[in-house]
């Protein structure tokens, strides 16, 4: 059983983030049905999640300023990845998917930007233990590398779930170090938080040294769209 300091780090934040809905597998607050279905042609594994019912959504709506959004949009996600690690050697366990949603607007910030910092910080923590984080934004159509269109989010989230270490470090192109790590990726128990401070703005500034070199062409979706405050 793996254990961590999710839960012992401070959280001065805490409230930023309400709780509209416990986990589910069947969210009334937001109708993720159709777009669940739609994404079983992109998603191998996902109509059988969605069968055995392993795909659940905790939805939650923005109740603060962008960085205390940000710090608990974290601490929602690696409550998830630990609640995660000890199923994924069960029967089933790798079909397991918990998905964030954040509901709400922060005045003058993008879903983009307030889930762009924390997805990068908790890939970066988990992906060395197989645990994969992801993230769409609500009515933003994405694509493929092979140039196919993937259905419009009607709500955006960060999706928590197995690592496939044969097929997730081919989306990670941008950041190398990162699928290396992806692809020999065990979890021998470790406690990820274990040598990194655990205030949120400490631990912000603890992955900045993790981004990829800047180029002069936009940002790769792989990373926050910029380390500045005011969008990070």
């Known amino acids: 059983m793996t254990t961590g300091r999710t839960t012992a780090a401070p959280r001065p934040t805490a409230g930023a983030l309400r709780l509209v809905e416990a986990s589910t597998t069947r969210p009334r607050t937001v109708d993720i049905s159709d777009y669940a ?3 079983t042609d992109h998603c191998p594994y996902l109509d059988s999640s969605l ?3 392993l795909t659940s959504w905790t939805v939650y709506r923005a109740d603060g300023d962008a960085e205390a959004v940000q710090a608990e949009l974290f601490h929602a996600g690696a409550q998830a990845a630990e609640w995660l690690r000890p199923l994924l050697n069960r029967p089933h366990g790798l079909l397991r998917c918990e998905n964030i949603v954040l509901l709400g607007e ?3 910030t993008r879903h983009r930007d307030l889930l762009a910092w924390p997805h990068w910080v908790l890939k970066n923590l988990y992906g060395p233990v197989g645990v994969m984080f992801g993230k769409f934004y609500a009515g933003e159509e994405e694509v493929t590398a092979a140039g196919h269109r993937i ?3 009607p709500a955006s989230f960060l999706p928590v779930r197995a690592a496939v270490r044969r097929r997730d470090p081919r989306f990670l192109s941008a950041t190398p170090d ?4 992806l692809a020999a990726a065990d979890d021998d128990g470790r ?4 040598h990194i401070p655990t205030e949120w703005t400490e631990i912000r500034t603890w992955a900045r040294h993790l981004l990829p070199p800047a180029k002069p062409s936009p940002s790769s979706p792989d990373t926050p769209a910029s380390p500045r405050r005011s969008s990070s």
């Open 151 to 153: 259905p419009a989010a």
């Open 191 to 194: 406690d990820v938080f274990e």
């Open 37 to 39: 279905r739609q994404m």
């Open 106 to 108: 922060v005045p003058g």
């Open 178 to 181: 990162l699928a290396a790590a």
């Open 51 to 53: 069968q055995r019912g």
